[in-house]
């Protein structure tokens, strides 16, 4: 079979936006649980109470500390508006909610595919791609690339497919893949079939 060398964006998808939101007061769990039956509060599993929203469909994590996690979103906006919201509908129902939450990003994960597949063994032979790569097709089916600069991780497999974690900002998804790419094409890693 017969290879060319790719020159095509990747494709992208966001699939998880990780914020967290704090207070500067602490929450009465109890209190919460009380206001919200539906909500999911096993304290002898995990300290934190998981309140779920329909839209964004995301999960709040709320701790006694008035500390906020937030999954599920598929933007920063979205996470954003899901911690604002999750105040808000605590603070209808009575439950202490003093200034806004102070709302981070702590972690974008994202998918996509480079646009073709990629030799990962030979890719391993030529390791100088910037940054570190480890390879154990026996443990593991894809090649983890922990990329300096932006800092994120890749898991890339040999179809071309990817998952990236790590990124704070959308921006550094779209940079790091466009960056790995070009790396991959410039050591001739990146192929397309031809039949």
């Known amino acids: 079979m017969e290879k060319t ?16 939101g704090s207070l500067k007061h602490g929450f ?21 109470l998981v309140f779920r929203l329909k839209r964004p469909k995301t999960a709040t994590l709320i701790f006694t500390t008035g500390k906020m996690v937030c999954t599920g ?25 003093i200034g806004k939450p102070e709302i981070k990003i702590q972690n974008i994960v994202a998918s996509g595919s480079l646009g073709g597949p990629v030799d990962l063994e030979e890719l391993c032979m030529q390791v100088h791609v910037g940054g570190s790569l480890m390879y154990e097709p026996e443990q593991f089916p894809g090649a983890v690339y922990r990329m300096d600069s932006p800092s994120v991780v890749f898991l890339i497999f040999s179809n071309g497919k990817f998952v990236c974690v790590g990124a704070k900002k959308e921006e550094e998804i779209y940079e790091a893949a466009e960056v790995l790419r070009r790396r991959l094409e410039e050591m001739e890693m990146l192929y397309e079939e031809m039949p």
């Not at 060398?5 to 967290?20: F, G, M």
């Not at 979103?73 to 909610?97: D, F, H, P, T």
Request: proline share 6%.
């Open 5 to 20: 060398v790719l020159s095509k964006q990747p494709e992208i998808t966001i699939q998880n936006v990780v914020a967290t």
């Open 28 to 48: 009465d769990l109890n209190a919460i649980i009380k206001a919200f039956p539906d909500v999911n509060y096993r304290p002898e599993v995990f300290p934190g």
């Open 73 to 97: 979103a598929k933007s920063k906006r979205e996470a954003k508006r899901a911690i604002g919201k999750v105040a808000k509908e605590l603070k209808r129902e009575g439950i202490i909610i």
